[in-house]
């Protein structure tokens, strides 16, 4: 007995991810009209695919599932949000989540939410953008649960404080690592007592855990208008939210009147316990109904599972399979949309297994990833009067502005500078990547403070 203890620590430990490379980093300036951005090469360049619409100016009581998260770290990354942990010390479950706070990143089709909405209202909690649902770090530049999330102060990166309170002209940075996990795939087998097998990329096995209660149906679960059939729509410390409904246009709002939503959870056991719904569209594992097991930890519920999904390359997609009933291989989940509490066991349909996939990274599809929604976006701001701009030019300043005391320069939120003639505060943009760019520029008439910002193209 205690040597398959061992044997199963072992393989836990060998599938544990930690602190990889950083693969890349999402950065947003909590400023209406700041730019949101990624970059791949550690932040010496940045590539802005969205702009801020509305900026964060306090946090907000935390959902259930973020007492698994640590405080300064992502707490669920969704193609309808991501949830940023900010927390107390030692608020981790011994005093729940009442005693902790989060703030969100939000896409355009959520900046209201929709009717029946069942996730967190972010209201002016959430850093609200103009990216789509589904796309850009809403997808396949999202970051992990699990991420880290810093403060740029100065061009250095400062880990977020417990106490920390989103402002406005804030600078966020979240760094993506690499997930260091030999996992290849992981099979449910969906049935009470099923195991939950882990199968490693060199050819390897181990148990995992234990179904506790198969999953039956789908059910209308937030943001699943938004990916694809047996894409991951949601990933935090108690729920790996899957996909079963087709995606919808950007700019699809939610609604009862024509539903577009349709998925499935799988949930660990402890957290499932603590809400104790008799859901019919939720798989739940592990054996530990009274404590931690699987709750914010990999292989699934933290650093690990990611939103990427290429449907041409399945080799770096994270993504669900599914076998029934009478079949004998794997193949992609069923569309299905709306609640249908009972379609996965029908007679001569009863889902037996469902398989996660990990996908493997791809710098090459990242970066055509980032050049397109730089390119989208550089197309929208030009339609909208944005020109380019010479690699070395002064700022010019607004007519509502001249004659200020001083001006303070800030290109992409840094400050380039300050004085009374922004002619002779000249800027060098050559080494900036081609796309959009944000300018700000502040003045002091006696002093008060005033801003103008604008958008140029390189």
């Not at 209660?213 to 949601?234: C, H, I, M, S």
């Not at 316990?273 to 592990?286: P, T």
């Not at 770096?316 to 949309?337: H, I, L, Q, W, Y």
Request: include cysteine; proline fraction near 6%.
């Amino acid at each position: 007995m205690k040597k398959t203890v061992l044997l199963i620590f072992a393989a836990l430990m060998l599938s544990a991810a930690l602190y990889g490379e950083e693969i890349y980093r999402i950065r947003v300036e909590n400023r209406a009209r700041g730019l949101v951005q990624v970059s791949l090469d550690r932040g010496r360049t940045y590539y802005a695919g969205g702009r801020v619409t509305r900026a964060a100016s306090r946090t907000r009581r935390a959902f259930l599932a973020a007492d698994y998260t640590e405080g300064g770290l992502v707490a669920a990354a969704a193609s309808h949000g991501i949830r940023i942990k900010v927390s107390p010390s030692g608020s981790r479950r011994e005093d729940g989540p009442d005693d902790m706070s989060i703030f969100s990143l939000v896409p355009a089709e959520l900046f209201t939410e929709p009717e029946l909405y069942g996730g967190i209202p972010t209201g002016d909690s959430g850093i609200h953008t103009d990216v789509a649902a589904g796309s850009f770090i809403f997808g396949n530049l999202a970051p992990f649960q699990g991420s880290r999330v810093f403060l740029e102060k100065g061009g250095a990166l400062e880990p977020l404080k417990t106490s920390y309170v989103p402002a406005e002209g804030d600078i966020l940075v979240i760094t993506v690592q690499m997930p260091e996990t030999q996992i290849k795939y992981i099979d449910f087998e969906n049935r009470p007592g099923g195991d939950v097998t882990a199968y490693l990329k060199d050819g390897g096995s181990y148990l995992l855990t234990k179904v506790e209660q198969p999953v039956k149906g789908v059910g209308r679960f937030d943001g699943t208008a938004y990916d694809r059939p047996g894409q991951l729509n949601t990933v935090h410390g108690g729920v790996v939210t899957i996909d079963t409904s087709p995606k919808r246009p950007a700019g699809t709002r939610e609604s009862t009147k024509d539903e577009s939503r349709g998925g499935f959870m799988i949930q660990p056991l402890f957290h499932y316990a603590r809400h104790d719904d008799a859901v019919e569209q939720v798989m739940v594992i592990g054996s530990r109904k009274d404590d931690f097991e699987l709750e914010g930890r990999p292989p699934l519920f933290k650093e690990t599972l990611g939103l990427w999904y290429y449907p041409e390359h399945p080799e770096n997609s994270f993504r669900a399979m599914v076998k029934f009933e009478g079949e004998e291989a794997f193949k992609d989940v069923p569309a299905v949309t709306g609640l249908s509490p009972d379609c996965f066991v029908k007679k001569g349909r009863r889902l037996e297994y469902v398989r996660l996939m990990f996908g493997e990274y791809s710098p090459e599809l990242a970066l055509k990833e980032a050049e397109a929604a730089a390119s989208a976006l550089a197309e929208k701001v030009k339609k909208q009067g944005a020109r380019p701009k010479a690699d070395i030019f002064g700022p010019e300043i607004p007519s509502h502005m001249a004659g200020a005391d001083y001006y303070i320069i800030y290109l992409d939120g840094v400050s380039k500078g300050a004085g009374n003639d922004t002619a002779k505060m000249l800027m060098d943009t050559s080494a900036l990547p081609g796309g959009v760019h944000h300018l700000l520029i502040r003045a002091s008439f006696n002093g008060k403070e005033t801003a103008d910002s604008s958008y140029f193209l390189k």
